[in-house]
């Protein structure tokens, strides 16, 4: 079993930036990929970025590619998405995902509201 706890969420406004992060737990940490999903009001859960175990490839949605930068630190057992220049769009529940032994966890949302 894999527990992931996000925080970091909350308002800013356009233009702005935050940084979420998820502490896992359960297993080692170092053993599994990590990602960002987001779902907005009505629409469904969409990929927004992920990093392999080692921290040495990242992946990113296209659109979010240079303003999103997801990182990991091993040590701490924590993967972090910074997001700079927010825009009203990206307003969402922003989930963290750790996939292990080919099995998907999730955790229960952090909320992000960029104001205009």
């Known amino acids: 079993q894999v527990q992931l706890v996000e925080s970091g969420g909350g308002l800013v406004q356009a233009g702005g930036s935050l940084r979420l992060s998820c502490a896992a737990s359960?297993?080692?940490?170092?053993?599994?990929?990590m990602g960002w999903f987001r779902q907005a009001p009505g629409k469904e859960r969409q990929f927004v970025a992920a990093?392999?175990?080692?921290?040495?490839?990242?992946y990113y949605a296209g659109s979010l590619k240079g303003r999103f930068t997801i990182s990991r630190d091993n040590a701490k057992n924590t993967v972090y998405l910074q997001m700079n220049s927010l825009n009203v769009e990206d307003t969402a529940v922003y989930y963290c995902?750790?996939?292990?032994?080919?099995?998907?966890?999730w955790g229960k949302g952090t909320l992000v509201t960029v104001s205009s």
């Open positions: 359960g297993r080692t940490f170092s053993n599994y990929n």
């Open positions: 995902n750790a996939v292990y032994s080919g099995v998907d966890y």
């Open positions: 990093i392999s175990w080692s921290g040495g490839n990242t």
